[in-house]
């Protein structure tokens, strides 16, 4: 019953480069959200997908592209990480669309480092 | 922009006390979330209220609602060592589409 699983834990960019952050759930929840959190500023939506097929901005999503591949993986691309980036990245799902009613289960995050 | 404030940012106890957060929100809103994060790991999901509700329990957890002053608090009663973590209140407020806007954060450390 692995839940939520993100991928990579740690990463290291030089800035310009680019990555793609991997997420997959198996509890066949119909949306999934990317969220980073930086010290002092709590957890900021980037980008969420209420359902299959479907991606919307959030907050924060300057920088950012997402893909909902298929109902269990979602994945968060920077073309050209910037300094600005680092921070700990957190991906998450829940049942319903949107979170109505609804509570998020989270991976274990993705810290992510942009020099 | 944060919805929710937690507050304090910091509390410190000792085992077996009861520990208090607040939650103070903006806009009208649907539902409040509590959350619970241990040191490098993801968020776990305490407990949920609704608009309409007053006041829930779970185990050692209360959680009250208040609307008409936009805040909540989350009680933790006979607090332990596990207890140790960083909690975190989310709001759904309407007409967001359903998304979760989350607080800042409370750091609480239950001391032995």
């Known amino acids: 019953n692995a839940g939520v699983t993100q991928t990579p834990k740690f990463q290291v960019l030089k800035t310009g480069q680019s990555m793609t952050l991997q997420c997959a759930q198996d509890?066949?929840?119909?949306?999934m959200y990317w969220y980073r959190q930086d010290p002092g500023m709590g957890l900021r939506l980037i980008y969420y997908s209420a359902s299959e097929g479907t991606t919307d901005k959030g907050e924060v999503p300057n920088g950012y592209n997402v893909s909902r591949l298929n109902k269990r993986e979602f994945s968060l691309r920077l073309e050209s990480a910037a300094p600005s980036q680092t921070s700990v990245y957190f991906c998450?799902?829940?049942?319903?669309?949107?979170?109505?009613?609804?509570?998020?289960?989270f991976g274990n995050g993705t810290r992510l480092t942009v020099t | 922009s944060q919805q929710g404030e937690e507050d304090p940012q910091a509390l410190s106890i000792q085992e077996g006390e009861n520990a208090t957060m607040n939650c103070s929100y903006k806009?009208?809103?649907?539902?409040l979330q509590w959350y619970r994060q241990n040191s490098g790991r993801g968020l776990v999901h305490l407990i949920l209220?609704?608009?309409?509700?007053r006041e829930k329990h779970s185990g050692r957890l209360r959680v009250t609602l208040d609307t008409s002053k936009k805040s909540s608090s989350l009680l933790i009663t006979a607090s332990r060592a596990a207890d140790t973590a960083s909690y975190f209140c989310a709001t759904d407020a309407k007409g967001s589409q359903g998304n979760l806007i989350f607080g800042k954060g409370t750091k609480l450390s239950v001391k032995p």
């Open positions: 806009t009208s809103i649907n539902n």
């Open positions: 998450a799902s829940s049942v319903g669309s949107g979170s109505y009613n609804s509570p998020l289960h």
């Open positions: 209220i609704r608009s309409n509700e």
């Open positions: 509890m066949n929840h119909n949306s």
